[in-house]
């Protein structure tokens, strides 16, 4: 399995970008596919996640601001990010797991929020 991530990019506080990845290979149902970042000095953390189910997870600090959003058809992930502020500067890496030795990762997309 490969995950392909594209988007990311700089941009003023309050602007807006769009995050996309893709999987290929052998995927099987019942997976999650999400999206972590890693800000300089501190640890990967979930920003959000979607079942294929559609349950979707957000964390506290980017609620009402991104959106996730997944194309089982197309095993593709995407994640709308609003109202962008500097903290949300991070590497961006999208995800994609249904069991503990399945457990992929894209390659990483700097988002950059500054003026």
């Known amino acids: 399995v490969q995950l392909q991530a594209s988007g990311g990019g700089k941009v003023h506080p309050g602007g807006s970008l769009s995050l996309s990845c893709v999987a290929s290979?052998?995927?099987?149902?019942?997976?999650?596919m999400g999206w972590y970042r890693q800000a300089p000095g501190k640890q990967r953390e979930l920003v959000a996640r979607?079942?294929?189910?559609?349950?979707?997870y957000y964390a506290d600090s980017v609620k009402g601001r991104f959106t996730i959003s997944r194309d089982n058809a197309k095993n593709t992930v995407s994640l709308q990010m609003n109202n962008l502020r500097p903290e949300d500067t991070a590497v961006y890496y999208c995800?994609?797991?249904?069991?503990?030795?399945?457990?992929?990762w894209g390659q990483g997309t700097l988002v950059t929020v500054s003026s």
């Open positions: 290979g052998s995927i099987f149902e019942g997976n999650v």
């Open positions: 995800n994609l797991y249904w069991s503990i030795s399945d457990d992929y």
């Open positions: 979607e079942l294929d189910g559609g349950d979707r």
